[in-house]
């Protein structure tokens, strides 16, 4: 298990989302990107995507909360040993959790290296 403090695992976050390719991202609207110590229902979660993926919604899709993605900082934490380790992991989580907004299946999201 590694602990890095809220600011350093901020910044883990940020490093993922500026690896985001430029293409997808002026697609990216109306989400919020949210950090939390765990998901209550599944505790060793360390991601998840809640809303409609991009390739699902409608023409009419208006009118709704933003779709959020959570990152799980105490369960990343206690998944890896290293601050490169989390690092790493936090890349893939937030890319993963990216890929599901924009409607890519998992299959999919392991040949990119984001699973």
């Known amino acids: 298990m590694v602990h890095v403090s809220e600011e350093r695992f ?19 609207r109306n989400i919020v990107i949210l950090v939390r110590d765990r998901n209550e229902e599944e505790p060793s979660l360390l991601g998840l995507y809640e809303g409609v993926s991009l390739t699902t919604r ?25 601050e490169e380790q989390l690092a790493a992991e936090v890349r ?20 990119l290296g984001w699973g």
Do not use: N, W
């Open 10 to 28: 901020d910044e883990m976050v940020d490093d993922a989302l500026d690896e985001i390719p430029d293409e997808f991202l002026p697609h990216m």
């Open 58 to 82: 409608t023409f009419d899709h208006s009118g709704f909360l933003p779709d959020a993605i959570s990152i799980y900082k105490g369960a990343l934490e206690e998944f890896c040993q290293t």
């Open 92 to 111: 893939v989580t937030v890319l993963h959790e990216v890929g599901h907004y924009f409607g890519m299946s998992e299959e999919h999201l392991h040949r």
